[in-house]
């Protein structure tokens, strides 16, 4: 087992099988910088202009594969959430308290 590995999957919403994705498929992960590699993952946003029309950003490019294996990832995690919160709330009869961020 690689440390890589360990540490990927020790994320919520990450198991064996995106682990190796992204270690197969993104080995800059870990060697780069936040925006270079949600680029290469395809999840930055590229601003486009032509003529006097207004800019617009949109996700483009980057490595299909990767983009897939973390949208599938993150929307286990997102719905499990949910699901977890949604759960707790009808077992304690009390309704959604947002967490506060400092």
Request: one cysteine or more; hydrophobic letters at 45%; aromatic letters at 2%.
């Amino acid at each position: 087992r690689s440390r890589a590995r360990d540490l990927l999957i020790s994320v919520p919403g990450i198991g064996e099988r995106v682990a190796a994705i992204l270690i197969a498929e993104l080995p800059e992960l870990g060697q780069r910088d936040r925006k270079t590699i949600a680029s290469l993952a395809g999840l930055a946003p590229h601003v486009t202009q032509s003529g006097n029309a207004p800019p617009r950003a949109a996700i483009s490019g980057g490595r299909p594969c990767v983009r897939a294996a973390l949208y599938m990832s993150a929307l286990v995690a997102v719905a499990r959430r949910m699901l977890v919160t949604a759960n707790a709330m009808l077992k304690t009869k009390s309704p959604y308290k947002p967490a506060i961020v400092a």
